[in-house]
């Protein structure tokens, strides 16, 4: 049964980059049925699009973060990264990784996503 | 970048009754593209809906999705206690996709 592992730092300081990791076992990334996402849920609140990756490479992001974010895939290890940089207070969240089932056509991708990672709680302070 | 409202915010409902809870969207949205997920305190969002009234595999058959346009429903038939939770809508016919701010169901 496919499972999804998001790892990575609890505690980002201010104005640095936040790196979290998503460990997928078994099966495999390489899908062409499948994208890769990141979502973020802030304590209390509700849920945040941060973007979406394929096997290929192609990447997809939320306008509100495009300049801030990069998202990789390494599928020698089963494995896709998200890095946020310039984190402020705001970025305080619980981060989810997640298998994402949909098309993309023209750039734009058409996703929901139906299995969902054990969620990381990163705050950012000093 | 599409808004979902939903309403009600909170849901007081006793175990057996019906609830019936809406997203409305601030602009049109093609029902093939709209999900249904919900989340436990604690826990991660699990998808209920998607494609607006698709079940995902496992989901009992007292949950079911409907609408068109800018209005979509979920609805539960009839409550069991693992039921209540807080549930969200999501559309992705539009980048962003993005969520409605949650419907939390609570035992009355």
């Known amino acids: 049964q496919l499972q999804l592992q998001g790892s990575g730092p609890g505690l980002v300081k201010p104005s640095e980059t936040l790196s979290l990791t998503c460990t997928v076992s078994?099966?495999?990334?390489?899908?062409?049925?499948?994208?890769w996402g990141w979502i973020r849920q802030p304590p209390g609140k509700g849920l945040e699009w941060i973007g979406t990756?394929?096997?290929?490479?192609?990447?997809y992001y939320n306008p509100s973060l495009k300049s801030r974010v990069t998202i990789s895939v390494d599928t020698s290890k089963n494995q896709f990264s998200l890095r946020l940089s310039s984190v402020t207070a705001a970025d305080t969240a619980v981060y989810y990784c997640?298998?994402?089932?949909?098309?993309?056509?023209?750039?734009?991708?058409?996703?929901?996503?139906?299995?969902w990672g054990r969620g990381t709680l990163v705050t950012v302070s000093s | 970048e599409i808004v979902l409202t939903q309403s009600p915010d909170t849901l007081s409902l006793s175990p057996g009754e019906r609830a019936t809870l809406s997203c409305r969207a601030s602009?049109?949205?093609?029902?093939?593209?709209v999900a249904w997920y919900q989340q436990k305190p604690g826990q991660t969002p699990r998808l209920l809906i998607y494609?607006?009234?698709s079940r995902a595999t496992g989901i009992p058959d007292r949950f079911s999705g409907s609408g068109s346009g800018t209005d979509f429903t979920l609805t539960i038939t009839r409550l069991e206690p693992e039921d209540f939770a807080v549930y969200y809508c999501?559309?992705?016919?539009?980048?962003?996709?993005?969520f409605g701010q949650g419907t939390k169901v609570e035992i009355k």
């Open positions: 997640a298998r994402q089932d949909g098309i993309a056509v023209a750039g734009k991708g058409y996703w929901y996503s139906d299995l």
């Open positions: 078994g099966g495999s990334i390489n899908s062409n049925s499948y994208y």
């Open positions: 990756i394929h096997s290929n490479g192609n990447t």
């Open positions: 602009q049109s949205v093609s029902s093939r593209y």
């Open positions: 494609g607006a009234s």
């Open positions: 999501q559309q992705y016919d539009s980048s962003p996709q993005t």
